[in-house]
């Protein structure tokens, strides 16, 4: 089942029973949204997953997008502890990582997808890539 992680929101207790929409795991965390799409459908319960599934959903859609080349270089980027927002890339996850020149904030697994690119390409030039 491929779900988004948008489409779903914390259970208000915390947790629930289940099963989960997607590995059928007893407890869950998150539910359904009530969309303009799910409202013009016909009525059903709320799909309910597990914590679990729903970091995987995350993960999975910011591993789909990727930063063009050569907008920063990984290897002068820092990692922040500071609270920076979600990643300006994926706009899933908690951005720990900054590039000081563009400001550029961005979670862990874009930058490691951006690490595995600019390995593969043998890594920017000091001009920027141009």
Request: aromatic share 6%.
């Amino acid at each position: 089942m491929s779900i988004r992680s948008a489409d779903y929101t914390p259970i208000d207790r915390g947790f629930d029973s289940g099963p989960c929409a997607c590995c059928g795991t007893k407890w869950v965390n998150y539910q359904e949204r009530m969309t303009h799409a799910r409202l013009a459908g016909p009525p059903r319960s709320n799909l309910k997953i597990c914590s679990k599934c729903y970091e995987a959903a995350k993960r999975a859609e910011a591993a789909s997008f990727r930063m063009l080349p050569g907008m920063v270089n990984p290897a002068l980027m820092t990692r922040i502890s500071a609270d920076l927002g979600k990643c300006r890339l994926c706009n899933t996850q908690r951005a720990v990582w900054k590039d000081p020149g563009s400001g550029i904030a961005i979670c862990e697994t874009c930058y490691q997808h951006l690490s595995q690119d600019e390995g593969a390409r043998g890594g920017v030039s000091g001009d920027g890539g141009f």
